[in-house]
């Protein structure tokens, strides 16, 4: 039973440049969220998808925008790359009714120059 | 104010010993859900122990248990027998809203990077 993937694991990109990153959920799940972790600290919430559609949103700007498609795959945009949006990206995915349940990915490391 | 407060950035225990991973939350919602999550250095979060803020009984999954005092706003994570193989950084969160409805977004802590000294 394949868990939560996501691709790329490295990423190097130049400020104001745009990246995308994908997840693929663990099977039978269908909600997909995605966090950002900063050196040192804590996974913060940036959005949540199900059903195609963007649940919740956590507080990040619109350069940061995502997409979920009919297989619950889901990508997350970054547009006009900042150097402080380096970071781990951590895809996280559940099933509705069981919210407490999040299962992560291995995240991608993007670090902007 | 910080939803979910650890305030141990590092702790140290001895291979075989237990240890107690502190974290404090704040919320105003009467229904919560607190979690521990590990990631080690590949950066994985492996989810650990789930507390409902209706549970009765604290929850425990094999060498972990959650000591849970809804007074005190506390949810520290019991590691019994500690092994090598648990030196990680420790993450609390908290989603708050019942299940399947309310807030679906985790808030976590800054973490406690634990280190099992053989």
């Known amino acids: 039973d394949a868990g939560v993937t996501q691709s790329p694991t490295h990423l190097i990109k130049t400020r104001g440049q745009q990246v995308t990153l994908r997840c693929s959920p663990k099977?039978?799940?269908?909600?997909v969220s995605w966090y950002q972790q900063a050196l040192g600290q804590g996974p913060q919430f940036i959005f949540q998808?199900?059903?195609?559609?963007?649940?919740q949103r956590g507080n990040f700007p619109d350069r940061f925008s995502g997409h979920q498609f009919p297989n619950y795959s889901s990508e997350l945009n970054v547009n006009a790359l900042l150097l402080g949006d380096s970071a781990l990206y951590l895809c996280?995915?559940?099933?509705?009714?069981?919210?407490?349940?999040?299962?992560f990915g291995p995240g991608t490391r993007l670090t902007v120059t | 104010a910080q939803k979910i407060t650890q305030t141990q950035p590092g702790m140290f225990v001895q291979e075989k010993e237990a240890v107690t991973l502190d974290c404090t939350y704040d919320?105003?919602?009467?229904?919560?859900?607190l979690f521990w999550y590990k990631q080690p250095s590949s950066g994985e979060m492996i989810f650990l122990i789930y507390?409902?803020?209706?549970?009765?009984q604290n929850a425990t999954e094999g060498r972990y248990s959650l000591n849970f005092q809804k007074a005190r706003k506390s949810a520290n994570l019991v590691i019994s027998a500690s092994q090598l193989g648990d030196s990680a950084m420790y993450f609390c969160?908290?989603?708050?809203?019942?299940?399947?409805?309310?807030?679906?977004?985790?808030?976590f802590g800054k973490g406690t990077k634990l280190s099992v000294i053989p």
């Open positions: 099977s039978g799940h269908d909600t």
């Open positions: 996280a995915s559940s099933q509705t009714g069981a919210p407490y349940e999040q299962y």
């Open positions: 507390q409902g803020s209706y549970d009765q």
């Open positions: 969160a908290m989603r708050e809203g019942r299940s399947g409805a309310g807030s679906y977004q985790l808030t």
């Open positions: 998808y199900y059903e195609e559609e963007e649940r």
């Open positions: 919320t105003s919602d009467p229904s919560y859900g």
